[in-house]
């Protein structure tokens, strides 16, 4: 089975802070693919990064980053210099050989001025 | 241009009476997904289609139907709605390449 937990429900941090959103994923397929994506107030859902199983590069975009560790199973999302157009919430997904993309149950951030 | 539209953007109805949700897409897609969002549990998947007339459940199938009669269109229908059944609904569309989602469909069941 596969599953994705994301046990930070609310992380509430000041501008200009760092802030780390933790994402542990489980599955037995060695070919999978690692989702992140942001909810912003308005609703929709915005793709932010994709990664397979097989790089394990961790990516930097901009305030953004992503570290992935298939050792610990986990898939981390850093923003650094938190700004208050970052609060939403935040989903990790994942999908492997079933077709079947399963998502946690989100991050919420806020971040104050 | 949105490759991806859902309908209606908000609905109300009753319990008891059936409703129809559709999700419609431009982009040729093979797979397509619909999931529920609710505080505390994410998104939840309720069906997918990985074609035309091919279609499998996802974790929280009951109480759902879907129909894919045609690439572009994937419906999903709620046969006799429950105040349960209240959520934010999102089709998607996609592989392991990416991901792309509707803007959603709020329906409430009174």
């Known amino acids: 089975a596969q599953k994705v937990t994301q046990a930070q429900t609310e992380i509430s941090v000041v501008e200009k802070e760092d802030v780390t959103l933790d994402c542990v994923y489980e599955t037995r397929d060695t070919t999978y693919y690692l989702f992140w994506y942001k909810q912003p107030p308005s609703g929709e859902l915005v793709f932010l990064i994709r990664r397979n199983s097989f790089d394990e590069q961790n990516e930097i975009s901009g305030r953004y980053s992503w570290n992935f560790q298939k050792s610990t199973s986990s898939f981390n999302f850093t923003i650094t210099a938190s700004q208050v157009v970052d609060s939403a919430v935040y989903f990790c997904?994942?999908?492997?050989?079933?077709?079947?993309?399963?998502f946690g149950t989100g991050t919420r951030l806020q971040v104050f001025p | 241009d949105a490759g991806i539209t859902q309908s209606p953007r908000h609905k109300v109805t009753e319990t008891g009476t059936p409703v129809t949700l559709r999700c419609h897409q431009t982009e040729n897609h093979r797979y397509m997904y619909w999931y529920r969002q609710d505080p505390g549990h994410g998104l939840r998947l309720i069906h997918y289609s990985y074609g035309v007339k091919d279609t499998d459940k996802g974790e929280v199938s009951d109480g759902y139907s879907v129909s894919r009669s045609k690439t572009e269109d994937f419906l999903l229908t709620l046969e006799s709605a429950t105040s349960s059944q209240t959520s934010v609904y999102f089709c998607a569309i996609g592989t392991g390449y990416g991901y792309t989602f509707g803007s959603g469909t709020r329906l409430t069941v009174v």
């Open positions: 997904a994942l999908i492997g050989r079933t077709d079947k993309l399963i």
